[in-house]
């Protein structure tokens, strides 16, 4: 069984930081891409950043420039360093990673973790 565990979200003001982690366990065979995403209340989903295995990365325009996404393939965890953080950036922030079970090696899924509240004070 995989699961997906976040970590750091949280209360700050504006213009502070903080970083999620998110820590994938259990079978894993091979792990493609990371990424977070955040939904924010009354609004959509919105991809926030991606990084696959090679340290590609995808960002946001919205967060451009202020997060950074991260990998430690050998923990299999993936980081999102917040940093000049604004009320806007107020939503529960999901990690996703696109990862074949050793179950099931030839195939790819999509898991997802239970989401982490991150909240910024004007």
């Known amino acids: 069984q995989v699961q997906l565990m976040e970590s750091g979200g949280g209360l700050v003001q504006a213009g502070g930081s903080l970083r999620l982690s998110c820590a994938a366990s259990?079978?894993?065979?091979?792990?493609?891409?990371m990424g977070w995403d955040r939904q924010a209340p009354g609004k959509q989903r919105e991809l926030v950043a991606t990084i696959d295995s090679t340290g590609s990365t995808n960002i946001a325009d919205s967060v451009k420039g202020r997060f950074t996404i991260s990998r430690d393939n050998a923990k299999n965890t993936v980081y999102l360093q917040m940093n000049s953080l604004i009320p806007d950036d107020t939503a529960v922030y999901y990690c996703?990673?696109?990862?074949?079970?050793?179950?099931?090696?030839?195939?790819?899924?999509?898991?997802w973790g239970q989401g982490t509240q991150v909240t910024v004070s004007s």
């Open positions: 259990g079978s894993i065979f091979r792990i493609n891409i």
């Open positions: 996703n990673a696109k990862l074949s079970p050793v179950t099931v090696y030839s195939k790819v899924y999509d898991y």
